[in-house]
C-alpha cells in the first residue's frame, strides 16, 4: 500500500501515540527522527502549515496533526480497528479526544510552567479536566471500554510518562492515585503493555529535556513583563 514513513521525536507525546497505531496494525514504518531546534527539509516539505512533527507519509501522500493521522491510519489499515464501530461511539471517541488534547494536555504544560499564583490557578483549572477523564474510565480497563487498547488510549497514552515528567519539572501533582483510582489503575495496566513499552523514549533525557524547557519558558515569560 505504500512505503509509510513517521516524522517525529522520541520527545513528542504527540508522536508515540502514531507509533503505537501502527505497530498495532502490523505496519512496517520507516522511523524519521526530528531535530526540533533545526526542522528539516523533510519536515517542511511535508508539513508547511505547522511545520511540527508527527508527520506521515503514506507514499507520497503526507498527512499531519496526531489525532488526524490516528483516524487516517485506523480507516486504512483495517487490521484492529482503533475507533469503535458505532457511529455515536465514534463521535464520542474524537469528542474527548479533541477534549484531552485542548485541555488535559495543554493545561498540563500550562501547570507545568507557569509559577506562583498563576502555576496555581492553571493546576485547577487541570484538575478540573482530569476530573471529566477520570470518569470517563471509571468501570472501564481501558478507555475502549474493551479488554484491548484502542484510539482513546493512544490518545491519553502520554499520561504514564510525559505527565509524570512533567510533574516532576514543574515541581507539581496532578495524576494523584486517591484523588483519581480509575485513571491511576488505567496507566498502571497501559504502561504495562510491552508494544506500549516499545516506543517509550528513556525517562532520564525527558526529564533533562523539560527541565531545560521550563526555565526556557519562564525566562520568556520574564522578558515579556
Known amino acids: 500500500m505504500g512505503e509509510v514513513k513517521v516524522i517525529g521525536s522520541s520527545k513528542s507525546l504527540f508522536c508515540a501515540r502514531v507509533e503505537w497505531g501502527l505497530k498495532l496494525k502490523g505496519v512496517e514504518y520507516e522511523y524519521l527522527e526530528e531535530d526540533l531546534l533545526n526542522k528539516s527539509p523533510l519536515l517542511l516539505k511535508h508539513n508547511p502549515v505547522h511545520k511540527k512533527v508527527p508527520a506521515l507519509v503514506h507514499g507520497d501522500k503526507?498527512?499531519?496533526?496526531?489525532l488526524v493521522i490516528l483516524e487516517y491510519i485506523d480507516e486504512t489499515w483495517k487490521d484492529y480497528p482503533l475507533l469503535p464501530e458505532d457511529p455515536y461511539e465514534r463521535a464520542m471517541a474524537r469528542f474527548w479526544a479533541k477534549f484531552?488534547?485542548?485541555?488535559?494536555?495543554m493545561g498540563a504544560f500550562a501547570a507545568f510552567w507557569k509559577e506562583g499564583e498563576e502555576k496555581e490557578k492553571a493546576i485547577e483549572s487541570a484538575l478540573e479536566s482530569f476530573t471529566f477523564l477520570e470518569k470517563q474510565i471509571q468501570g472501564k480497563k481501558f478507555?475502549?471500554?474493551?479488554?484491548n487498547i484502542g484510539y482513546l488510549d493512544l490518545v491519553m497514552g502520554w499520561i504514564p510518562l510525559?505527565?509524570?515528567?512533567?510533574?516532576?519539572?514543574g515541581g507539581m501533582k496532578l495524576m494523584d492515585a486517591?484523588?483519581?483510582?480509575f485513571l491511576h489503575e488505567w496507566t498502571q495496566n497501559f504502561i504495562e503493555i510491552p508494544l506500549i513499552k516499545e516506543c517509550l523514549p528513556p525517562r532520564d533525557p525527558?526529564?533533562?529535556?523539560?527541565?531545560?524547557?521550563?526555565?526556557?519558558?519562564?525566562?520568556?515569560?520574564a522578558a515579556k513583563q
Open 62 to 66: 503526507p498527512i499531519a496533526e496526531s
Open 178 to 181: 486517591q484523588k483519581f483510582p
Open 100 to 105: 484531552a488534547d485542548e485541555k488535559c494536555v
Open 206 to 221: 525527558l526529564v533533562n529535556h523539560y527541565n531545560l524547557s521550563v526555565r526556557y519558558y519562564r525566562s520568556m515569560a
Open 162 to 169: 510525559w505527565l509524570n515528567v512533567m510533574e516532576e519539572a
Open 143 to 147: 478507555f475502549s471500554g474493551d479488554d
